[in-house]
């Protein structure tokens, strides 16, 4: 069988990762990378990881997608979900009818917005549950967990090529499972992220800090608590112990600072819209109050607005 | 009619001000100062206000209320609340049966601290709604407002103290009125406090910025609003017309970085306990949720807490 062709766009900790581990389970996989260019080009992306370190070099690296020679059979994107970056004018001039799409990124919504701009392209949905961060041009640091879910959209398509990909990353080393429903996936997802991205980007505290007292600890299960209302009356039925663990493993891991406080304080954008904007938007669809989700994406922005005016 | 002599306990912004007020109106003002002692005995305080420059020269200047020579009329005390600072053994040295205690304080709860401390003592609670930092030991900036609201407490005490030193004020220059019920008025500033003072301390955002998108201004209206209806639980009746008032006058004035974000920017202890706390407390016991008021109060405590960890 001809190895299977993949073009990361988006190359930052979590493209650079998983990139890394499709080559490793036997991909050829290249990368769209500008941030370190000439380091990444020359050296690949050295990827210090809790499993074993290991090196990845792309087969091919370039600056745009359009520069790829060939046309990948998968295109991985793992860009930051901002408002100011176009995914669709990103890879369209890579897409032939047969390339699939694979999205490893925060927020709701992705997979229908891909489907409407590329119709004849499948669509797969992954959201990742790992620590992992920059540390500098071609070094990441993967710190805890990797699990990957996957899984088609819509959720009734044929999954064939989801299941190919799941196969890649197992080889390379990851825990990747076909989720039956991606977009409930990323509820779940959003159920720990909500309380612990912008409590950490607003107030400099890692983990430990923010579940450090009895209240803390409270709210962030209310915080929890009003996404998972929000999710299910959106129709996505999230399980009774979702929460209990997410609070159980979160005291358990090392002291972790969540990628948006990384971004606040290096001064990059935050995926502000993505994620808490998604949530609000659908509460405000159904009509319902999400009083916490609400504050913390107007103190964010205010960070932002307070930030600029200096 | 001799001088009525008064101890200001507490000599930072509100301190100076009002004290300067009461000297200006014909009373024999001393200060209790730690901070800028020497310059304090010296050249008195300067006050740079809005309604016209002015000096305060206390009577006595003094590090503790012990070495005060005589015993004053009146107590005012404007130190700040804090849970480190225990304002009755720094006042009980200087207090005879016959002194007055007046406290323009936030938070709630403080005159019955008191009462409970000196029951021969007569209390006033104060309120002020003033804008006035500390610009450097010695300089008081007075940039808005100074309206000042006093009443007995319990409500139906006996009035002749307070409305002798209500006729001081107003003769030094102060919009002062008699409150008939001075708890509802603590509530009623509590609500512009709760969302203002933690929003402008945790984003750094001064009251335009705070009041500058639409969502933002429906936030702190919703915030206002918590506060309200945890108030009308505990029996006080709150003008409807109040949060609208609020919004309206906030709008107008000039951006004002509230006390809250200078102490935090300048490293100070901030009234999180006093005014959070409180509210909190009073929520807790008619057992109805506050989500706005619970994740501010974490928030500070958190940026607290990160700050200590660094």
């Not at 380091?39 to 745009?64: C, E, M």
């Not at 980007?201 to 009003?226: H, Q, Y």
Request: a positive charge.
């Amino acid at each position: 069988m001809r190895r299977i062709k993949i073009l990361v766009v988006g190359c930052g900790a979590v493209g650079a990762y998983y990139g890394g581990r499709l080559s490793a389970g036997g991909a050829e996989v290249s990368a769209v990378a500008r941030t370190g260019f000439e380091t990444i080009k020359k050296q690949g992306f050295r990827i210090k990881s809790v499993s074993g370190d290991f090196l990845f070099k792309p087969a091919q690296v370039i600056k745009n997608a359009a520069d790829y020679e060939g046309k990948p059979d998968f295109v991985l994107v793992c860009a930051k979900v901002l408002p100011e970056i176009n995914i669709e004018s990103l890879i369209k001039p890579v897409l032939s009818a047969k390339t699939s799409i694979l999205l490893i990124q925060n927020g709701l919504g992705l997979e229908a917005k891909l489907k409407n701009a590329f119709p004849h392209n499948h669509i797969i949905g992954g959201v990742a549950f790992i620590c992992v961060f920059r540390a500098a041009p071609g070094i990441v640091h993967h710190t805890d967990y990797g699990r990957l879910r996957i899984g088609s959209w819509p959720k009734d398509d044929d999954r064939s090529k989801a299941l190919l990909i799941r196969d890649i990353f197992i080889k390379g080393g990851v825990n990747c499972e076909i989720s039956d429903d991606i977009v409930r996936t990323r509820w779940e997802k959003l159920i720990w992220n909500i309380p612990f991205n912008p409590l950490s980007a607003i107030t400099g505290a890692d983990t430990a800090v923010i579940l450090g007292r009895d209240s803390s600890l409270k709210l962030v299960r209310n915080i929890m608590l009003e996404v998972k209302s929000i999710a299910e009356k959106e129709g996505y039925k999230i399980a009774p112990g979702l929460i209990d663990k997410y609070l159980a493993d979160t005291l358990q891991m090392r002291p972790y600072k969540t990628s948006m406080l990384m971004d606040m304080e290096n001064g990059r954008p935050i995926e502000r819209d993505a994620l808490l904007g998604a949530v609000l938007e659908t509460a405000k669809a159904h009509n319902i109050r999400a009083p916490y989700t609400e504050i913390l994406n107007e103190i964010l922005a205010m960070i932002q607005k307070a930030g600029e005016n200096k």
